[in-house]
């Protein structure tokens, strides 16, 4: 998740993108870890770091 937090910041990759490059075939299911991890969703912490 760290390392999916770093593409968020950094590049403007979609987040199905991310979430492939990360090794999950459901983006739904990479959302979902990553709101457990950051308190929000992906779309939420890149505007909100950017």
């Not at 910041?9 to 299911?29: D, H, N, V």
Request: glycine share 6%; charged share 30%.
């Amino acid at each position: 998740m760290e390392q999916a937090a770093v593409l968020q910041r950094e590049t403007r990759e979609k987040i199905y993108g991310i979430s492939e490059k990360q090794g999950y075939q459901k983006p739904s299911y990479f959302i979902q870890l990553f709101k457990k991890t950051f308190g929000m969703v992906p779309q939420e912490y890149r505007n909100r770091t950017q």
